[in-house]
């Protein structure tokens, strides 16, 4: 009887379509231009040097995470739920607080930064100015975090993903360009002060647009004071940052424990053929970005049904999209390497990237379980899934690599994304009902 007076939601597949298609024009467009500034460092940098500056960018993926990774997270569902409920004049205090709460978490980072460059206990040497750098680049990508999350929830998707896939590397791009053409200093240094500049200039947007899409959103709520919400905000959010610290570390991991075992040029090599593989997995992305709302939405409304339908359609069609790319980088994958970056990249990095590619179809395998879990409060088993993923990948990496190489590397990593899904599977299966489609 109450399904009969419940609204029916609108066509999971049309719901895509439409709204998928932004999104995904967005993040295609953005394959290309990242890939264009990889091999635009890789070639003007080489590969000893461009190992160097992957390590850097490394560590500021991980303090970004750290900072604004899981906050992202609490502020995209909360956010999510204030505007289902009409309760608008509530968001601009959330979204200020989500702020204030990056900015301390980047304090932090930049006391470990400096204690860990202080005791040359980086992975490799870096100068000063380049973790200063690091810090700044962190503390960029930290707020274009918040400002897409909070789009997110609006429903906004693909004005967020504006800032942090198109306007942010093009303008870095731009700016590394500009480098090149005014200093003939080849360092990690010059690059990543091109990448700040860009994403700084990303930040900014962001939240110049986020300001005005919410300056209506004017209420007694309004008078709460930000400061007053940060406490029960980082209290509400700190699985989902124990998740966000975990899941950065387990992808920049193996990077890193390349970086302590083998040499700077195949630190690059790993780099590129680890960002050649995440195309792959590209479908799966665009998926769950989109999917965050429509899951709050069920999950509120009890329609469990839903849920497990929206997952199995989703799982399916993320696969199959990632196969469709995944064989033509395994046909053609080192033709391409080779006419972009020359044949001493195309040796390193193909062999790498096969079995990267196996890690990404896995994961796509498992469907969109991660953001499932997260949008309905079961944050727990994505914690316990990191844990698990990164104690095999860093024993598997640890064991491998001295006697594979890089290719030990890669077999470490879809030894490390298995590890990490299972629990995620077992806790959807748990909680939700989602089953796997392919058992």
Not at 247 to 266: A, K, R, S, Y
Not at 309 to 321: E, I, M, V
Request: hydrophobic share 55%; aromatic share 8%; charged share 10%.
């Amino acid at each position: 009887m109450m399904s009969a007076t419940r609204p029916r939601p609108e066509s999971t597949l049309s719901f895509y379509l439409r709204n998928g298609a932004v999104v995904g024009i967005i993040k295609l467009a953005s394959v290309p231009l990242v890939l264009s500034i990889s091999v635009l460092l890789a070639r003007w940098l080489g590969p000893q040097e461009y190992g160097v500056y992957a390590i850097a960018w490394s560590l500021a993926a991980i303090g970004a995470a750290a900072a604004s990774g899981g906050v992202s997270q609490f502020l995209t569902r909360r956010v999510a739920e204030l505007h289902k409920s009409g309760r608008q004049p509530e968001i601009r205090p959330h979204i200020a607080a989500a702020m204030l709460l990056v900015i301390l978490a980047a304090l932090v980072f930049l006391l470990l930064l400096a204690a860990g460059w202080s005791a040359r206990a980086l992975p490799l040497p870096l100068t000063g100015g380049t973790v200063a750098l690091i810090f700044l680049v962190a503390v960029f990508i930290g707020v274009i975090n918040i400002g897409s999350a909070a789009l997110r929830g609006l429903e906004r998707a693909a004005e967020g993903q504006l800032c942090l896939l198109i306007l942010a590397p093009a303008a870095s791009a731009a700016a590394l360009l500009l480098m090149i053409s005014l200093t003939g200093s080849r360092t990690a240094w010059a690059a990543l002060a091109a990448m700040a500049a860009g994403y700084g200039l990303g930040a900014v947007l962001s939240q110049w647009r986020l300001r005005r899409l919410t300056a209506g959103f004017r209420g007694p709520a309004n008078a709460v004071r930000a400061r007053a919400l940060v406490r029960p905000a980082a209290a509400q959010s700190k699985t989902y940052i124990a998740y966000a610290v975990l899941m950065i570390l387990g992808l920049q991991l193996n990077l890193l424990l390349v970086g302590v075992l083998l040499q700077e040029e195949h630190v690059s090599y790993y780099n590129l053929a680890d960002k050649a593989a995440q195309f792959a997995a590209l479908p799966v992305g665009i998926l769950e970005l989109l999917m965050a709302t429509r899951v709050v939405s069920l999950y509120t409304q009890g329609d469990f049904d839903g849920l497990r339908k929206l997952y199995l359609t989703l799982t399916l069609a993320g696969f199959a999209a990632a196969l469709l790319i995944a064989a033509p980088l395994y046909v053609f994958g080192e033709e391409i390497i080779r006419l972009l970056l020359g044949q001493t990249y195309a040796s390193g990095i193909y062999p790498v990237m096969l079995l990267l590619l196996a890690a990404q179809l896995l994961r796509a395998a498992f469907g969109p379980v991660t953001v499932m879990l997260l949008m309905t409060g079961h944050q727990a088993y994505c914690v316990a899934s990191q844990l698990t993923g990164a104690a095999v990948l860093a024993t598997a990496t640890w064991l491998l690599v001295p006697h594979y190489g890089l290719q030990g590397a890669g077999m470490a990593a879809t030894a490390g994304v298995l590890a990490a899904y299972l629990p995620l599977a077992a806790g959807g299966y748990r909680t939700l009902g989602l089953r796997l489609p392919f058992l």
